[in-house]
């Protein structure tokens, strides 16, 4: 019986996409953090739960042939990044795995037709927007930073490996302003997080201050030092609410235009400060064009995007479709994508504000469309079973399903196939190298094609 506290001497036989080495003792699955495919580790069991438990790297006793020296000197501790210790080639087949496991294990797809991740070269840095949350210290400062793995305590980060490089001087003239950090426990103080977003494509770099009030003390002067370290435009989000969200609903531009445009192919994109977008800007050129080829269009077809933000992959797919009709349940997203189809001089493209679960009826309803395609990029936990149930009921031919979770992605996958879909193929890529996630995109065709 495997108690807490007991020392184990374990061999990691595979990763989880949360960056935990598994290791079996008699059957009893543990789950250890830092963890690599073929390290033999003395551990300290630190958690015991019915059939698992977790463990804590004590010493490496055989390092895995994939385990390398870390650029990170916190990559240890911060929640950030799980893999700064493997080899990239590595992450790469852990990741075409960790898609396998799921789509067979929950989804029960025989043999998945899963082919090779496509990775990024080089793999870092690469993300074009971060989120730090900031939070008091001692009696009157503040540190900046990134959550500890399953924890609210904080990493000071001075420089990260995967940001981009303008984000470390943005952050320093933050830390020299003289401002309180929110505190969660008493909701005093100001400043809750600091967001930073860059373009590749013109070098623009947003800010948005998170705060627990209508602005900040000497925002003139933040403002200007901000701007003196790179910031192009900032925002104010006031956010009062006792929540642990990261953005409030008020925005507020203090210098700049609001926004910052990002080029993907030959589409611009304009990105308000609440818009989703992918981080990984490199990478999203590779992924929509990936999904805009399964989807085999030739003009002649109607497409839906269920989940199309400031344009997405719609954008990318007007130019071989008849029309495009992109649908969005947050407004400031939708008012975004007009403005871009408009920016790109996109023409057959239209939008509508709601949840696609109900816009896709009404849609059917009035008969003047007949979809032939739909394109699904849900957020993390994946598309609501009512949104699945529509498509099925109308018959969508053609379902393309961009996910960022091969769990819930294996979900929806075996719920479609119960309703008549059949997985054809599935193309893993890396948006997020260093980490455990993985983006597919899936392929669904109805039985009867």
């Known amino acids: 019986m495997i108690k807490k506290n007991d020392i184990l001497h374990v061999e990691i036989e595979g990763v989880t996409n949360k960056g935990f080495g598994i290791a079996k003792v008699n059957d009893f699955v543990i789950f250890t953090e830092g963890g690599l495919t073929d390290d033999r580790l003395t551990i300290r069991v630190i958690k015991v739960k019915k059939t698992y438990g977790y463990g804590k790297i004590i010493k490496i006793q055989s390092p895995s042939p994939h385990r ?14 799980q893999w700064q210790h493997c080899d990239y080639q590595a992450q790469l087949g852990f990741k075409k795995g960790i898609v396998i496991d799921a ?42 930073g990134m959550y500890a793995p399953r924890s609210h305590r904080i990493i000071p980060i001075e420089k990260c490996e995967i940001q981009h490089p303008v984000h470390v001087p943005i952050l320093a003239a933050l830390r020299e302003h003289d401002v309180s950090a929110y505190d969660e426990t008493t909701h005093t103080g100001v400043m809750r997080h600091i967001i930073i977003r860059t373009s590749q494509a013109t070098g623009e770099v947003m800010v948005v201050l998170v705060v627990n009030a209508n602005g900040v003390p000497n925002e003139n002067d933040l403002a200007e030092a901000l701007t003196a370290a790179g910031a192009t435009t900032i925002v104010i989000n006031r956010h009062k609410d006792k929540s642990n969200t990261i ?10 235009e609001g926004f910052i445009k990002e080029r ?9 400060a609440p818009s989703f977008f992918q981080v990984n800007p490199i990478q999203t050129e590779i992924l929509y064009a990936k999904a ?23 954008f990318q797919a007007a130019g071989k479709a008849r029309e495009v009709i992109g649908i969005d349940i947050v407004a400031e997203a939708i008012a975004d994508a007009e403005k871009n189809a408009e920016l790109n001089g996109i023409k057959n493209a239209s939008f509508i504000c709601g949840p696609a679960e109900e816009v896709i009826p009404e849609l059917l309803n009035q008969g003047e469309v007949a979809p032939d395609v739909v394109f699904l990029d849900p957020p993390r936990k994946g598309c609501d079973n009512a949104l699945l149930d529509t498509i099925a009921t109308a018959r969508i031919r053609t379902i393309i399903y961009i996910s960022c979770d091969p769990a819930t992605l294996a979900r929806d996958i075996k719920r479609l196939a119960e309703s008549g879909y059949v997985l054809s193929a599935v193309q893993p890529v890396d948006m997020f190298p260093m980490t455990g996630k993985v983006e597919t995109i899936s392929l669904l065709r109805l039985r009867d094609m």
Request: proline letters at 9%; charged letters at 15%.
């Open 103 to 144: 789509l067979a294990r929950l989804g029960g797809i025989t043999n998945p037709p899963v082919v090779d991740v496509i990775g990024m070269d080089p793999p870092q840095p690469y993300r074009n927007k971060a989120v730090f949350p900031i939070v008091p210290i001692d009696d009157d400062g503040f540190t900046i």
């Open 247 to 256: 953005m409030g609903s008020h925005f507020r531009v203090v210098t700049g």
């Open 68 to 81: 390398i020296e870390s650029p990170c000197p916190v990559s240890d501790k911060c929640g950030g990044c």
């Open 292 to 314: 805009v080829e399964m989807a085999n269009l030739d003009g002649s077809q109607v497409v839906l995007d269920a989940h199309v933000g400031v344009g997405g992959v719609a």
């Open 264 to 272: 993907i192919g030959e589409i611009w994109y304009q990105l308000s």
